[in-house]
């Protein structure tokens, strides 16, 4: 099982960018997949989530109106569009996901990718 975000860089304030999670050993489509983010000096903190069905999706309230996020199931490939970019979105951005049948949560992640470095300039 494994989880790799890529897409980060370095954008100015306002721009955009769109990460990808791409799993290896199992379906994206079947569990719930939630992006996370570390800026340094500060706790992790919930971006997005996308439940199984893709019927629902959560958004921490910093991001909310600015983010969206997507399954593409035919590429196992979940994504995160970030528009209107400020800089405290800067940070270390990964995806997760419990590997739980059905879960429609993203609070009790249990497997961990690599993120991808994410830097807004002002």
């Known amino acids: 099982v494994q989880l790799q975000a890529s897409g980060g860089g370095l954008v100015q304030s306002g721009g955009s960018l769109t990460l990808s999670c791409t799993a290896s050993?199992?379906?994206?489509?079947?569990?719930?997949i939630g992006w996370f983010r570390q800026a340094p000096g500060k706790e992790r903190e919930g971006v997005s989530c996308i439940n199984y069905s893709n019927d629902n999706t959560y958004y921490g309230d910093s991001v909310k109106g600015r983010f969206t996020t997507s399954r593409d199931n035919a590429k196992n490939t979940v994504y995160l569009q970030m528009n209107s970019l400020k800089p405290e979105d800067t940070g270390v951005y990964y995806c997760?996901?419990?590997?739980?049948?059905?879960?429609?949560?993203?609070?009790?992640?249990?497997?961990w990718g690599e993120g991808t470095q994410v830097t807004v300039s002002s």
């Open positions: 997760a996901t419990d590997l739980v049948p059905g879960s429609i949560m993203c609070d009790d992640m249990r497997y």
């Open positions: 050993g199992f379906t994206l489509k079947n569990y719930v």
